[in-house]
């Protein structure tokens, strides 16, 4: 029932980090739960989030809820690879985003942008850029048919997955996907 939110409206506590944990960073061990705003938890209440729930059942002491929104598998590398070492990690679940996702960097705000190619989605409307102001998408079909193409799509899925893979082994974490590929 929808006015049951009305009630009991959704709360999102960031971190100084811009995670969405009560709580900072820190050297305790804990279970890394990576991915986009199905992971971040977009529209649920914290503890209904898949990484809180999962980690009800199978962890102890702290985790680690690293989810973004718009995370594609190069975000998803970017954040593991910014804080892994920052807090000590006992198993990585990485829910697998949508793999058209990019990112773009924007020198002037120091922003990472996350951008989706222009395609059309599972449901037919149009997919928007969040970086349209970053980038010239004046001839944005040739730029589709780039990044779309299965075969740079594979490249750069596998690459980023090797990239987390690496970073696992180094800290030796475990690594479970979560999901399937679309």
């Keep these: 029932n929808l006015l049951w939110y009305k009630d009991n409206p959704i709360k999102y506590q960031i971190n100084k980090d811009g995670f969405r944990l009560p709580y900072e960073l820190t050297k305790e061990e804990g279970n890394v739960y990576l991915g986009c705003s199905f992971t971040f938890g977009v529209g649920l209440h914290y503890d209904k989030t ?4 999962l980690h009800e059942k199978i962890g102890e002491g702290k985790y680690w809820n690293l989810g973004a929104g718009g995370a594609g598998f190069q975000t998803v590398f970017r954040i593991l690879y910014n804080n892994y070492s920052r807090i000590k990690i006992k198993n990585v679940f990485l829910h697998l985003p949508f793999p058209l996702r990019y990112e773009a960097f924007d020198e002037a705000s120091k922003i990472w942008y996350p951008i989706t190619p222009i395609s059309k989605s599972k449901w037919g409307h149009p997919i928007r850029h969040r970086a349209d102001n970053l980038l010239d ?6 730029w589709s048919k780039t990044y779309m193409n299965e075969l740079n799509n594979f490249n750069y899925v596998q690459t980023n997955l090797l990239a987390i893979s690496y970073l696992c082994d180094k800290v030796n974490a475990p690594l479970y996907y979560v999901g399937e590929f679309e």
């Design 137 to 142: 998408f004046s001839n944005s079909e040739s």
């Design 50 to 53: 898949w990484a809180h729930l």
